[in-house]
């Protein structure tokens, strides 16, 4: 069980827009940066957003990245066939002493 | 361009251990610090340490402590993730990782190595 609440999966039909959420804790998302990362199937996780909001260099700026109190949101306007992955939120956890990820969020372009 | 680039896949029993590499190019080794990630299939990722080369400073994930071990290696520039004591808990894919801004991103990552713990 993740410590970071992400939904399952979410949908949408290209050009649209989505949002995945991410809960977390004061321990965690309240007292920490939060970064976004884009998995595809038997891949590497890729780094989308940085520092809560800023976009990793090379990243289509179809995707942004927002933070308030102790949940996060990453947004993709745009949706595109090739969005189709799994996205994970993360963040570093002091009392744990690692990163912490949510569970991922399923995105299917429809 | 900054490469990771991991060790092949292993097979071991329950109770051994493995020692998973990273060889990293395309930068100063010493000066970002190596993460440790891992992904149980179908699972997510969970955050297992890191390690500084320049000062071997270690931070351990409470969850590791006293199985895990990070060493590196600086003339090689490769880092080393060994796991102790292994079980069926343990098969996953094993990732290194390297900090693209800040020592509080992921933004270089290895290929990864899939561990298969099985008797």
């Known amino acids: 069980q993740s410590v970071l609440t992400q939904p399952p999966s979410v949908s949408g039909a290209p050009r649209q827009r989505v949002a995945i959420s991410c809960s977390g804790s004061?321990?965690?998302?309240?007292?920490?940066?939060v970064n976004w990362y884009q998995q595809v199937p038997g891949k590497a996780p890729k780094l989308l957003i940085y520092y809560d909001d800023l976009l990793t260099s090379g990243v289509s700026d179809r995707f942004s990245g927002s933070k308030s109190g102790t949940s996060a949101s990453l947004a993709i306007s745009g949706l595109q066939s090739e969005d189709e992955a799994d996205y994970f939120c993360?963040?570093?956890?002091?009392?744990?002493?690692?990163?912490?990820f949510g569970a991922g969020t399923k995105l299917t372009v429809l | 361009q900054v490469l990771l680039v991991q060790s092949g896949g292993e097979v071991k029993r329950p109770g051994a251990s493995v020692k998973v590499s990273c060889k990293a190019s395309?930068?100063?080794?010493?000066?970002?610090?190596i993460h440790w990630v891992r992904q149980v299939a179908g699972q997510g990722l969970e955050g297992m340490g890191r390690m500084s080369p320049r000062s071997g400073h270690t931070v351990y994930r409470q969850k590791f402590q006293g199985r895990v071990t990070m060493t590196t290696d600086t003339p090689t520039s490769t880092a080393y993730m060994e796991l102790n004591n292994l079980t069926s808990e343990d098969t996953a894919v094993y990732y290194c990782a390297r900090g693209r801004y800040s020592g509080y991103d992921l933004g270089y990552w290895g290929q990864g190595t899939l561990v298969t713990v099985s008797s």
């Open positions: 395309g930068y100063t080794f010493s000066d970002f610090d």
């Open positions: 004061s321990s965690n998302i309240g007292s920490n940066v």
């Open positions: 993360a963040t570093w956890d002091d009392s744990l002493n690692g990163w912490i």
